[in-house]
């Protein structure tokens, strides 16, 4: 049996970074990592990443084939760094072998087919999350079917894209992939896109997104795949439509990685969504036994999984203040075009919390910038407490939204005022000072 101080499960944003930190701190690290392709994580390597490299070719008008091949060597460049950090780390040892527990504090490896042990005081899971498959009938092992995983590996672009949920990937994956010239239909159980967004700017989104070209197909499920010929598929929905398709994307959500992990062997339980339960500070329900990222619930995110890291780092040498509870806004945003990006509440969700509350409204095209840049498309919206004057949520959906959600969420953190963004002094033309206007709220 080989001891450590500490084992880390998944090479992901929280386990390679934690990784680096205890080994600085002369912790002895084993990081466990199942696959050679995913040093890096599931961002670098399948994820935000390569996505985002063809979501930026795509508009800027590169052949699909062409940003394939500039998505793989950006992906190669990421991951042989990743591996390199750790790998020449004196104090951390890299075992290629899926992980699996024996008991709550045992791992068992497999290398070149002889089983090994290890064991640690602490050990981290961060074994990230992968793509629901939802329950189709008919040829769903087809090579004409993907996930968003697969899908990038493709080099030749599908003609006609059928996309099976209207979810973050769904609606990134739809419109990158019309930006290269497919033919994108998405079909989504939903009556609405994206029903937890503001209602005028999921309209403004289903628009903007119709005007490109995309179609949606609401309220409707895909209930069967069939082999249509050599390089087609019929979907079948449920209201009887019929769909042919040369790619087929399941982006139905993604489920925490847990499958053969051996958490039978040990105390550690699942919450009824099947991720490991964990309390503020990210400890399961066995002592000194962490999971962190998409493994354990909640938001899926790169920055979810490395604010995680710092919560575990917090508990550990610091003041055991930083947690879940205390975490403060949170913001993301959908790759679409043009992004749409969010933090907060909505007025509905605000309204229903009980707040009284006045809101902001500014459409993109009534701002310098957007002329600039010649990209009139878009809204943007803010809530705000009528009481306090606290911001409660933003909803920007346009251009640049992206890196000025970052503000609103920091204006949030630090409770300012609305007023503090409305009265700013911003450069000019800039996409920010639109927030002179856009919180020039009239309570
Ligand atoms: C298409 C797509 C686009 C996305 N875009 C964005 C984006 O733009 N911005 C953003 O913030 N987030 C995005 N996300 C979400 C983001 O990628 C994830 O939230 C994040 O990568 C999760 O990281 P993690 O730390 O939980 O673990 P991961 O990075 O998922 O790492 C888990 C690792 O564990 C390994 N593993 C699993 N089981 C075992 C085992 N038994 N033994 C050993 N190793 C194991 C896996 O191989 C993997 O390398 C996107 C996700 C997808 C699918
Ligand atoms: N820009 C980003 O930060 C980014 C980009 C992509 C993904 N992600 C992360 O990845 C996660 C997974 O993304 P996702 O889009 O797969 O999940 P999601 O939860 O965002 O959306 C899933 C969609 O699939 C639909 N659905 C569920 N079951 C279905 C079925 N049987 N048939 C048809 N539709 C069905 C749901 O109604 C929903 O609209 C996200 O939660 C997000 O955190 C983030």
Same mark, same amino acid.
């Given at each position: ?8 499960i ?27 392709k ?21 508009l ?58 290890l ?5 981290f ?9 939802p ?6 092992k ?32 739809a ?7 497919s ?22 989104v ?5 005007e490109?070209?995309? /179609?949606?197909? =609401?309220? @409707? +499920?895909?209930? #069967?795949? !069939?082999?249509?010929?050599h390089?087609?598929?019929? &979907? ?15 982006a139905?959500?993604r ?24 309390d503020e ?28 890291y ?31 990006? /969010?933090?907060? =509440?909505? @007025? +509905?969700?605000? #309204?229903? !919390?009980?707040?009284e509350?006045?809101?902001?409204? &500014? ?9 600039v ?12 407490d ?6 409660l ?23 300012a ?20 206007n ?6």
């Amino acid at each position: 049996m080989l001891k450590y101080d500490a084992i880390i499960i998944g090479f992901g944003k929280a386990g390679k970074t934690l990784a680096g930190e205890l080994g600085n701190r002369g912790w002895k690290v084993a990081m466990i990592e199942k696959d050679p392709k995913m040093y890096g994580g599931t961002c670098i390597n399948i994820a935000c990443i390569p996505t985002k490299v063809l979501v930026h070719d795509g508009l800027h008008n590169v052949p699909y084939s062409e940003a394939i091949n500039r998505k793989d060597s950006v992906v190669e460049k990421l991951r042989k760094k990743n591996y390199k950090k750790l790998a020449d780390h004196d104090n951390v040892v890299i075992y290629e072998s899926a992980a699996k527990f024996i008991s709550d504090k045992e791992v068992e490896i497999e290398i070149a087919g002889k089983k090994e042990v290890l064991t640690a005081e602490h050990i981290f899971i961060n074994t990230g999350a992968q793509s629901n498959i939802p329950p189709l009938e008919g040829d769903i092992k087809s090579d004409k079917v993907y996930t968003s995983t697969t899908l990038i590996d493709r080099k030749e672009l599908p003609e006609q894209l059928a996309i099976v949920g209207a979810g973050y990937i769904g609606l990134e994956y739809a419109s990158m992939y019309q930006s290269y010239g497919s033919k994108v239909t998405v079909i989504s159980p939903d009556e609405e896109l994206i029903p937890q967004e503001d209602q005028e700017i999921r309209t403004e989104v289903k628009k903007v997104l119709e005007e490109k070209g995309i /179609r949606f197909i =609401l309220g @409707a +499920k895909a209930e #069967k795949i !069939k082999e249509a010929d050599h390089d087609k598929v019929t &979907l079948t929905l449920s209201n009887e439509e019929q769909l042919d398709a040369n790619a087929v994307l399941l982006a139905t959500g993604r489920k925490p990685n847990v499958e053969n992990l051996g958490l039978e062997n040990t105390a550690i339980k699942l919450t009824e969504d099947g991720a490991i339960k964990v309390d503020e500070h990210l400890e399961t329900t066995v002592g000194n036994v962490f999971a962190l990222g998409d493994v354990k619930g909640g938001m899926q995110f790169t920055y979810i999984s490395l604010d995680d890291y710092r919560i575990v780092v917090d508990y550990l040498f610091g003041n055991k203040e930083y947690s879940l509870k205390t975490r403060k806004n949170v913001p993301y945003s959908v790759f679409i075009d043009p992004p749409l990006s /969010r933090v907060g =509440l909505t @007025a +509905k969700e605000a #309204k229903e !919390k009980g707040y009284e509350i006045a809101e902001g409204k &500014l459409a993109v095209a009534s701002h310098p910038r957007a002329h600039v840049i010649n990209d009139l498309r878009g809204l943007f919206k803010v809530v705000i407490d009528k009481r306090t004057n606290q911001i409660l949520g933003a909803s920007l959906f346009g251009p640049e939204s992206p890196e000025l959600i970052n503000l609103v969420k920091l204006a949030m953190d630090l409770e300012a005022p609305y007023t503090y963004l409305r009265d700013q002094i911003y450069n000019h033309p800039v996409m920010s000072e639109s927030f002179n206007n856009l919180f020039a709220i009239d309570k």
